[in-house]
């Protein structure tokens, strides 16, 4: 569904520990949208954040991902089966490795569709979905949390200098799924064209503030390819616009949701 390589591939631990954990009650308003709670799937997993929070309502969950290296880094859970992907399996293969025609109540794909091909994994979509009453639903967040405004200033010189790393489906991101094809009857939770808005506040430390700059794929990519993005002097400046190492701050992620049942 994605190419056959992620950015992510050598750096998938600290991915892990620096990804945020999406709030429980978007579950809970998916689960309530569904008519069975069976089996779910959750595409491009990573390691599994979204995946176990899922597992909470459904019996079983399918995380498929391209990166056997997060896959490795994946969340134990018993509900959950990490299965690896690769891009070269046909929409067949791929039917299959789900669990067959009209098998899944949810599918969902967690700051991950911008990476795939999406016509391909629609088609499997609509092959796997339960009808009626399945439901898929994809959000990101953008690269513009919300901090303090002495951040922000230092967030934006970041953000112009990791653009040119940016792959395939970055304009989906940074307009935060607005472009993004979704052929899809809305259930609520956004249309094509005009997501939901949501709002994914956490407490981070300055280190882990820190750690989820350094796990945004621009940054990864270049990293891989020998270019620092967030040198020690860069990171000093932003200690000293977050007020030191050791406050905690609130950080808001903006999250845009798109959410739909098959229009067939």
Same mark, same amino acid.
């Given at each position: 569904?994605?190419?056959?390589t &992620?950015?992510?591939?050598?750096?998938?631990?600290?991915?892990?520990?620096?990804?945020?954990?999406?709030? &429980?009650?978007?579950?809970?308003?998916?689960?309530?949208?569904?008519?069975? @709670?069976?089996? $779910?799937?959750?595409?491009?997993?990573?390691?599994?954040?979204?995946?176990?929070?899922?597992?909470e @309502?459904?019996?079983?969950?399918v995380a498929?991902?391209? &990166?056997?290296?997060?896959?490795?880094?994946?969340?134990?859970?018993?509900?959950?089966?990490?299965? @690896?992907?690769?891009?070269?399996?046909?929409?067949?293969?791929?039917?299959?490795?789900?669990?067959?025609?009209?098998?899944?109540?949810?599918?969902?794909?967690?700051?991950a569709?911008?990476?795939f091909? =999406?016509?391909?994994?629609?088609a499997?979509?609509?092959?796997?979905? !339960? /009808?009626?009453?399945?439901?898929?639903?994809?959000?990101?967040?953008?690269?513009?949390?919300?901090?303090?405004?002495?951040?922000?200033? =230092? =967030?934006? !010189?970041? /953000?112009?200098?990791?653009? #040119?790393?940016?792959?395939?489906?970055?304009?989906?991101?940074?307009?935060?799924?607005?472009?993004?094809?979704?052929?899809?009857?809305?259930?609520?939770?956004?249309?094509?064209? $005009?997501?939901a808005? =949501?709002?994914?506040? /956490?407490?981070m430390?300055? %280190?882990?503030?820190? !750690?989820?700059?350094?796990?945004?794929?621009?940054?990864?990519?270049?990293?891989?390819?020998?270019?620092?993005?967030?040198?020690?002097?860069?990171?000093?400046?932003? %200690?000293?616009?977050?007020?030191? #190492?050791?406050?905690?701050?609130?950080?808001?992620?903006?999250?845009?949701?798109?959410a739909?049942?098959?229009?067939d």
């Open positions: 569904m994605a190419a056959n &992620s950015p992510y591939d050598k750096h998938a631990k600290i991915y892990a520990e620096a990804r945020p954990v999406y709030p &429980s009650h978007w579950y809970e308003k998916l689960a309530a949208l569904t008519s069975g @709670h069976g089996l $779910a799937w959750d595409a491009g997993t990573g390691s599994g954040q979204a995946a176990v929070g899922v597992a @309502h459904y019996d079983r969950v498929t991902d391209i &990166s056997e290296g997060q896959l490795k880094q994946a969340i134990p859970n018993p509900k959950v089966r990490y299965v @690896h992907a690769p891009e070269s399996l046909s929409e067949d293969e791929f039917v299959a490795l789900v669990g067959g025609e009209g098998c899944v109540d949810l599918v969902i794909a967690a700051t569709a911008h990476w091909n =999406l016509p391909k994994f629609y499997v979509v609509n092959r796997v979905l !339960r /009808r009626p009453g399945g439901v898929i639903a994809v959000w990101t967040y953008t690269d513009k949390v919300e901090v303090n405004p002495e951040v922000g200033k =230092l =967030l934006e !010189r970041f /953000r112009e200098s990791i653009i #040119p790393y940016w792959g395939t489906g970055v304009n989906y991101v940074l307009n935060g799924y607005r472009g993004l094809p979704f052929p899809f009857n809305s259930v609520g939770l956004g249309s094509e064209g $005009a997501p808005e =949501l709002d994914m506040p /956490r407490e430390s300055f %280190e882990a503030f820190v !750690r989820l700059l350094r796990t945004s794929s621009a940054y990864c990519t270049a990293k891989n390819n020998g270019v620092e993005l967030l040198p020690e002097s860069l990171v000093k400046e932003f %200690e000293a616009a977050w007020g030191g #190492p050791d406050l905690i701050r609130t950080v808001n992620s903006k999250t845009y949701m798109l739909g049942t098959p229009r």
